[in-house]
């Protein structure tokens, strides 16, 4: 006889007035299973998975029915709801900036659910907070207790809403994207734990994310969603070796093509840089003083016209502040040269004519443009510094071509970046700073937040757009698929140094160093680079 669902969806609906953006899903979890709902962004994935615990916006209304253990979710009273969250089923949110509280410490977060649900003192809280931290693979734990999250990395703050949300053993546990912020490793572990969790508890998991190549390895079960519907549900196995339909072999097909090795030649240097440092100091505790943190450190490299330097390493190796720091956005030690030009000594005013001609493309393309200026305002913003004689009108006819070049269309210089998708907001961010005809762009994390459908898009613009002006690139991330994509050399860092540089192909194919070897390993598993 076969066993009642851990969890069902009935004809589960979302509507937010006269549009729905859920439409009749109906599928099942079953104890224990790993339960993959997969697709682009505004397929419907994460709108079904916040109808479970009823966390939808005011303004929309779910219909149909959600069964946990024969209880219907949507029907249940607040106070019986409430004893349900966090406590059997948990969550967690792909964005942990907007998951953790500003205003209070990771310790005393993780601490509060503990005391709320578990009813430990508060000594018990924090020495299993601690345990908490340790497992979900943050360093120092003690210390990273007192921390607040905007000390902490995009990726420390996520294994952080991780630990919240495994902190008291849910029976279900649904994961929202948990590893797009993460770094191969980091992410690799993240998923190995809650595998683990999954066999030593019995835990049923609800997993989200727009990566089948990362759902092929765990997943039991997956759905395909589009447009809020599923197209496609089944065994993972079947789904993913023989899909039946075109957008799932499209989804498995979106993964980005190796860059084909290409000569140095004798292109021009546009910088090169010698033993760059850069510390942080932090207070300690009472008796501690304050603790520094050499974020860069030592660190010399070279960038010729028309080539991309991929700088790969985990959350907090070092890789954003290293570019930055070319940039001479924050204070650094060490000789930075841009074109023959030794910008070491210079100061505000006279680096202020060089910043056209280097640019910084932001790893979130909505949170980089200002909400309250139109699209046209923000492309061109750059120009109103460096080309003040400009007209408006000729501004706008700037920023029209500058749109078109990264294949926008430029009517869309009149809306809001609310009103376009996270793929049009990164391409507005690439338009912003070639309008500028710069020389070198600094990209951090440009695509890290993208389906890999609009990955791919985003980096074929990229190497069209470096081909047709001989642009240099410094790629940063912690995807190595994206920089297997991108980059024609690779710098792996760890710590502030740089472990290990060579050409593309040799990091990817045969690293030396046993870091390099790990990010490799964690990256493409037993799959082909």
């Not at 999954?198 to 989200?208: N, P, T, V, W």
């Not at 998708?421 to 695509?447: N, W, Y």
């Not at 990817?508 to 990256?523: G, I, K, W």
Request: hydrophobic share 45%.
């Amino acid at each position: 006889m076969p066993t009642e669902p851990h969890l069902s969806f009935r004809n589960l609906s979302v509507a937010y007035g006269p549009s729905s953006v859920v439409k009749d899903v109906s599928f099942t979890v079953q104890r224990g299973e790993v339960a993959a709902v997969v697709g682009e962004s505004g397929s419907g994935k994460t709108q079904t998975a916040l109808a479970i615990l009823r966390l939808l916006p005011a303004q929309a209304t779910p219909s149909g029915a959600i069964v946990f253990e024969g209880e219907d979710l949507l029907a249940l009273s607040a106070r019986r709801l409430d004893a349900i969250r966090g406590r059997r089923i948990a969550f967690i949110f792909q964005e942990p900036m907007s998951a953790l509280d500003p205003l209070f410490s990771v310790g005393a977060q993780i601490g509060a659910i503990l005391r709320l649900r578990m009813g430990l003192s508060q000594s018990a809280a924090a020495k299993r907070a601690e345990e908490l931290l340790d497992l979900v693979g943050i360093p120092e734990p003690a210390r990273r207790l007192r921390a607040y999250p905007h000390e902490l990395s995009g990726g420390q703050r996520q294994r952080v809403a991780i630990a919240m949300a495994i902190s008291c053993g849910p029976d279900l546990l649904i994961a929202d994207e948990p590893t797009t912020a993460l770094d191969v490793t980091v992410a690799a572990r993240i998923l190995e734990l809650l595998m683990d969790l999954k066999r030593r508890l019995g835990m049923a998991l609800i997993f989200i994310s727009h990566d089948l190549s990362l759902v092929r390895r765990f997943a039991d079960s997956v759905q395909v969603m589009r447009n809020g519907e599923i197209v496609e549900s089944g065994p993972a196995a079947e789904i993913l070796s023989a899909p039946k339909q075109e957008y799932t072999r499209l989804l498995l097909a979106a993964v980005p093509e190796p860059r084909q090795a290409r000569p140095v030649g004798d292109a021009p240097i546009v910088l090169s840089a010698r033993d760059i440092s850069m510390a942080y100091r932090l207070r300690g505790g009472w008796l501690a003083g304050k603790l520094e943190i050499k974020a860069v450190d030592g660190v010399s490299l070279t960038l010729r016209k028309g080539r991309t330097l991929g700088i790969a390493g985990e959350s907090g190796s070092g890789k954003s502040t290293l570019g930055r720091a070319l940039l001479k956005l924050i204070p650094a030690q060490g000789a930075i040269i841009f074109e023959g030009r030794n910008l070491t000594a210079l100061d505000r005013a006279e680096m202020r004519p060089l910043r056209r001609f280097m640019q910084l493309v932001f790893q979130d393309p909505y949170g980089s443009l200002s909400p309250r200026m139109r699209i046209g305002d923000v492309v061109s913003e750059g120009l109103r510094v460096h080309e003040p004689a400009l007209t408006q009108e000729e501004r706008d006819r700037r920023a029209a071509r500058a749109l078109e070049e990264v294949s926008l269309d430029p009517d869309l210089r009149r809306r809001f970046p609310h009103e376009l998708s996270g793929g049009q907001r990164q391409r507005v961010a690439i338009a912003r700073a070639m309008i500028l005809k710069p020389r070198l762009v600094v990209l951090d994390e440009p695509t890290s937040a993208l389906d890999r459908s609009v990955q791919i898009e985003i980096l074929a613009l990229l190497r069209n757009l470096q081909d047709a002006h001989g642009l240099a690139y410094i790629f940063i991330s912690h995807d190595l698929a994206v920089l297997r994509a991108l980059a024609d050399e690779i710098a792996v860092m760890k710590d502030g140094r740089i472990v290990e540089q060579g050409e593309a192909r040799q990091i990817l194919e045969a690293p030396r160093d046993a870091y390099a070897r790990a990010l490799v390993a964690a990256a493409f598993g037993g799959d082909e680079v």
